[in-house]
C-alpha cells in the first residue's frame, strides 16, 4: 500500500500563532489525500478533501479560514492550522486515496495549543 | 449522508479465542468497507476491506463478511494474540458525488489478555 509520512509528529504552540502539518505521499502520486482530525477517544472525523491544483472540499462545520489547506503537488499537502487555540489541540491524521481503491493514512501529528 | 454504528464499544478476549466486532451503515449506495487497526499514538493501518460485490473475504487469521442486503459488515479475528490489542475501526465508502470519502465507525477497543 501506500506510503503515507507526515511532519512534524507532535507540536506545542502558543494561542494564536499558526502551526503547519505537512502530509507526504512517499511511493504514490495522489491527486486527492484527506485530513482528519481525532480527539482522544474518539472516531477519525473528516475535515477535508484535499486536491492537487484546486481548492480543498471542506465538511460541514470545518472553518476553511482557519484551517488552510494546500495541494501543491502531487505527493505533498499542508494543512495549516491559523490562530490556534486550546481546542485545536488534537490529533491530526492525513490520507491518501489511491485511485478510488484502498485508502493509507498518516502516523499523524499531536498539536497541543497551550 | 452515511452513518455507520460500530459495536461493540470494548471487547475482551482471551488469547486464542475469537474476536468478533459488527458495523451497521446507513446507505445503500455504499460500496467499499475497510477495517482498520490503530494502536495508542499511531495513524489507522488497513487491515482487510471487502467490496460491495464480495460476501466474505478472508487474510490468515482476519476476515470480514458482507450483509449487502441487512447493510451490516463483520470483522473476525480468530486465534486472537496479545498483539492483537488496539482499537478497531470500521469505515463505508459511498460512491458518486461522495467518491473517496471514508465514514468511520465510532471504534471498538479490543484487548486480548494472555
Known amino acids: 500500500g501506500a506510503v503515507v509520512s507526515q511532519h512534524p509528529s507532535w507540536v506545542i504552540c502558543k494561542s494564536g500563532t499558526s502551526v503547519k502539518i505537512e502530509c507526504r505521499s512517499l511511493d504514490f502520486q495522489a491527486t486527492t489525500m484527506f485530513w482528519y482530525r481525532q480527539f482522544p477517544k474518539q472516531s477519525l472525523m473528516l475535515m477535508a478533501t484535499s486536491n492537487e491544483g484546486s481548492k480543498a472540499t471542506y465538511e460541514q462545520g470545518v472553518e476553511k479560514d482557519k484551517f488552510l489547506i494546500n495541494h501543491a503537488s502531487l505527493t505533498l499537502s499542508t494543512l495549516t492550522v491559523t490562530s490556534a487555540h486550546p481546542e485545536d489541540s488534537s490529533f491530526y491524521i492525513c490520507?491518501?486515496?489511491?485511485?478510488?481503491?484502498?485508502?493509507?493514512f498518516g502516523p499523524g501529528t499531536r498539536l497541543t495549543v497551550t | 449522508g452515511e452513518n455507520v454504528e460500530q459495536h461493540p464499544s470494548t471487547l475482551s478476549v482471551q488469547e486464542g479465542d475469537s474476536a468478533v466486532i459488527k458495523c451497521t451503515y446507513s446507505?445503500?449506495?455504499?460500496?467499499?468497507f475497510p477495517w482498520y487497526k490503530q494502536e495508542l499514538g499511531k495513524g489507522p493501518q488497513l487491515i482487510i476491506d471487502i467490496r460491495s460485490n464480495v460476501g466474505e473475504k478472508k487474510d490468515q487469521r482476519i476476515a470480514v463478511t458482507l450483509n449487502k442486503t441487512a447493510k451490516h459488515f463483520s470483522l473476525h479475528i480468530t486465534e486472537t494474540q496479545p498483539e492483537d490489542s488496539a482499537v478497531y475501526f470500521c469505515a463505508a465508502r459511498a460512491g458518486g458525488t461522495s467518491y473517496g470519502k471514508l465514514t468511520f465507525g465510532q471504534g471498538t477497543i479490543l484487548t486480548v489478555h494472555p
Open positions: 446507505d445503500s449506495a455504499s460500496n467499499y
Open positions: 490520507s491518501v486515496d489511491q485511485g478510488g481503491r484502498e485508502q493509507y
